[in-house]
């Protein structure tokens, strides 16, 4: 009787063992926002002043292939036509939708750094932005272990009278490591993206 148990239990442990190693390893997510160690944005203003800054940064428009909950990113293989491919990180995932991370990180980062409220963010649908941001992503891939890079247009319109200033801001950036080195250097990218977008509001408010 004892033998039998002890080779039921022998078996279970080896069944669940088996299980374990069988089991499929879950994706990790990752987003653009900075951390807890971030310049926090500042709180918004119970009622609308002539003081405070009032932005509307706008959902970014992104290609269709990168609007993925997977990384998207160049395989390194050369297609039919010489090009490289893309590939889908099943493991690497964004916590969000991609546009939503991209427009999160960039009105945070503008926030702190004109000290504005984005109305957009806030829910604050009966407040009249003076500043209205728009950003579409041309491109934005990377090479696992080696760069990433990014061409973003971006528009800031003045409000009422509708007088805009538009750029764009290209980057590589060496992005070491594994796919943490990638976001991160895509967070570089977003944050050299804000501080352009910021100095076209810093134009004009002159």
């Known amino acids: 009787m004892m033998k039998r148990l002890l080779l039921t239990l022998a078996c279970a442990s080896f069944a669940a063992a088996l299980l374990a190693g069988c089991a499929s390893p879950e ?8 951390g807890p160690a971030a310049v926090a944005a500042p709180a918004p203003a119970a009622a609308p002043s002539t003081d ?12 269709e292939r990168l609007n993925r909950p997977q990384l998207v990113v ?7 036509g010489g090009e490289a491919g893309v590939r889908l990180l099943d493991l690497s995932r964004w916590s969000a939708p991609l546009p939503d991370e991209l427009r999160d990180a960039l009105s945070q980062r503008l926030q702190a750094t004109l000290g ?8 604050l649908s009966d407040v ?18 080696q760069r ?21 801001t290209q980057a590589e950036l060496p992005a070491p490591g594994a796919v943490e080195g990638v976001v991160a250097a895509y967070r570089e990218i977003v944050a050299s993206t804000a501080n352009d977008i910021a100095a076209g509001v810093q134009a004009l408010r002159r």
């Open 116 to 123: 504005a409220v984005d109305t957009y963010q806030q829910g």
């Open 52 to 63: 405070t800054l009032w932005l509307e940064v706008a959902p970014v428009r992104v290609p």
């Open 128 to 145: 009249q932005p003076l500043y209205r941001i728009t950003t579409e992503v041309l491109r934005l891939d990377a090479d696992v272990g």
């Open 148 to 168: 990433a890079g990014a061409t973003i247009n971006w528009t800031v319109r003045r409000l009422p009278d509708g007088k805009v200033v538009s750029g764009r």
């Open 27 to 34: 994706p990790r997510y990752y987003t653009l926002a900075q």
């Open 74 to 80: 160049r395989d390194g293989q050369n297609g039919s």
